[in-house]
């Protein structure tokens, strides 16, 4: 089966930008999760959904960043306008209802983003 | 939210037993722990979980302290494939469902 899948794997953009990330979850699986990872501060939970429904979104850092999730099959995080300190690598990560009790997360290899 | 302390670094040998430790001195009654990993450019990876006793499986086993104030991932035989770095992280199976706050991990290096 495969694993999540992001696209792009990398991306480099101006200032001022717009970026949008993709994730296709694992199918079937019920629970859709974006981290970013910097060296500063290492993995931090931006968002998370539910059967598409974003539950808790309290680590979105600002209103520059919006996530979407239209279908059980697609999710997409867009930064408007980008800004250098969002330079980052940003993961999808997914599981199923049986997941959010044992806490396995299922992550993709990660969108590198760097905005010039 | 409480935290987990973790040794920077470790260096093993391979095919040698690595003890990963990680102190959870603030731990509640309803953390979980997990374990996961991060392997050079890649994602983090699940390795293994436990609430009060001690667990096993294919890739890993845990250890936890009767305390619950600190647990020790145990790596039986270390192949080169094991350095990456190893996050432990405590998640309240009550309030914050999935909410995972990963450290800054032990970083293992694997000698041959």
């Known amino acids: 089966d495969a694993g999540v899948i992001q696209s792009p794997r990398h991306e480099v953009t101006e200032m001022g930008q717009e970026v949008t990330l993709r994730c296709k979850p694992i199918s079937g699986h019920d629970y859709l999760f974006w981290y970013r990872q910097t060296m500063m501060r290492g993995l931090e939970l931006l968002i998370y959904?539910?059967?598409?429904?974003?539950?808790?979104d309290s680590g979105m850092p600002e209103d520059r960043f919006s996530a979407k999730m239209p279908n059980a099959s697609f999710s997409t995080l867009k930064i408007q306008p980008s800004e250098p300190r969002d330079s980052a690598v940003y993961f999808c990560?997914?599981?199923?209802?049986?997941?959010?009790?044992?806490?396995?997360?299922?992550f993709g290899e990660g969108s590198r983003l760097t905005v010039l | 939210d409480a935290k987990t302390t973790q040794p920077n670094s470790m260096e093993s040998n391979e095919e040698e037993p690595v003890h990963l430790p990680c102190n959870h001195s603030t731990i509640s009654g309803t953390d979980y722990i997990h374990w996961y990993r991060q392997l050079p450019s890649q994602g983090p990876e699940y390795v293994i979980h436990g609430l009060t006793s001690n667990v096993n499986n294919r890739m890993a086993s845990l250890a936890i302290a009767e305390d619950r104030k600190s647990s020790t991932l145990i790596l039986h035989r270390a192949t080169l494939r094991d350095a990456a770095v190893y996050y432990c992280i405590l998640r309240d199976h009550v309030y914050n469902f999935n909410k995972f706050y990963f450290g800054s991990g032990t970083k293992l290096n694997v000698k041959p």
């Open positions: 959904f539910n059967n598409n429904v974003p539950i808790d």
């Open positions: 990560a997914s599981t199923p209802v049986r997941g959010a009790y044992t806490g396995e997360l299922f």
